[in-house]
């Protein structure tokens, strides 16, 4: 059994759970999520506390990660998500123009990003990028996505990086004389 499974999650204040057969609905001041689990995990809500409990030992495996995302859920519809991005090179730069994050990455073009439902878009600086919404898996693939863009290259460090994210820089060519 999972250590992480079997601690029940509290509800805080101003969050709704309601849990239908296997699907599972939170609602709370930021907004509303809903997922689908397996059939073979049992949630109940018992005296604002949800517990997750498993049929039978075979599906261990799926009783913390039905837990957590539970509980990511729940911190979603009351704080949010939010992944910080920088952008680091000479003439590497983002701006938002609407809905549209528009970045200027070395290419002969400009790179466009449409903000998705429940996703914004913040451009603090012309270097700094942040993305924020209530679904962390969501609010981590659009920022995958963006970083996708231009990866950050190992020998100028040039590119779309995470905040506080190490590149490990290389050496360039040895330029020894013949």
């Known amino acids: ?21 296997s699907s ?23 005296d604002s506390k949800v517990v997750v409990a498993i049929a039978d030992e075979k599906h261990g495996n799926i009783h913390g990660l039905t837990r957590t995302l539970i ?7 009351t704080q949010g998500f ?3 991005l920088e952008i680091n090179g000479i003439g590497y730069k983002a701006q938002k123009q609407g809905k549209k994050l528009v970045m200027n990455l070395g290419y002969s073009h400009t790179v466009e990003v449409e903000e998705q439902d ?6 603090p600086t012309p270097n700094s990028i942040i993305v924020k919404g209530i679904d962390k898996q969501l609010v981590g693939q659009i ?9 950050p290259e190992p ?6 990086k995470y905040v506080g994210e190490r590149i490990k820089r290389k050496e360039g060519k040895a330029g020894g004389k013949k």
Do not use: C, D, W
């Open 155 to 160: 020998y100028k460090g040039k590119g779309i």
């Open 1 to 21: 059994m999972s250590r992480i499974g079997k601690s029940p999650i509290v509800i805080p204040q101003g969050v709704e759970v309601k849990v239908e057969g």
């Open 24 to 46: 599972v609905t939170v609602k709370g001041p930021k907004g509303t999520l809903t997922q689908e689990f397996l059939p073979e995990v049992n949630i109940t809500v018992e």
């Open 82 to 84: 939010e992944k910080s």
């Open 71 to 77: 509980n990511n859920m729940i911190i979603g519809v």
């Open 118 to 123: 429940g996703i914004t878009i913040e451009v």
């Open 143 to 151: 920022a995958a996505n963006i970083r996708e863009y231009k990866l």
